[in-house]
Nanobody, 114 residues
Framework: QVQLVESGGGLVQAGGSLRLSCAAS????????MEWYRQAPGKQRELVAR???????DYADSVKGRFTISRDNAKNTVYLQMNSLKPEDTAIYYC????????WGQGTQVTVSS
């Protein structure tokens, strides 16, 4: 099973930016869908962004125009650039290799202050 490690979270003010990284322990070349989810306290985990091997992307309506997902297969890494952050973006962000058995990272905390 591939191991995923997220990094880049932290505390930022509203309107600020962060870039999250998801480093995989092996090649992600053959993993079509790599995704970012987030989970706030008391809420269900929700899909934030998805990127496919061919480069196509999908975003939750709440982050469209503000977040950008990308992948560097040569570096076995997926990124999430987050701009114009809002307090409601506060959550633990998780990376997912969306191929059975579905592998999650440990998560990285993002806190946006008002």
């Amino acid at each position: 099973q591939v191991q995923l490690v997220e990094s880049g979270g932290g505390l930022v003010q509203a309107g600020g930016s962060l870039r999250l990284s998801c480093a995989a322990s092996r090649s992600i070349f053959s993993i079509n869908a790599m995704e970012w989810y987030r989970q706030a306290p008391g809420k269900q985990r929700e899909l934030v962004a998805r990127i496919l091997g061919g480069g196509s992307t999908d975003y939750a309506d709440s982050v469209k125009g503000r977040f950008t997902i990308s992948r560097d297969n040569a570096k076995n890494t997926v990124y999430l650039q987050m701009n114009s952050l809002k307090p409601e973006d506060t959550a633990i962000y998780y990376c997912l290799a969306d191929i059975p058995p579905r592998t999650w990272g440990q998560g990285t905390q993002v806190t946006v202050s008002s």
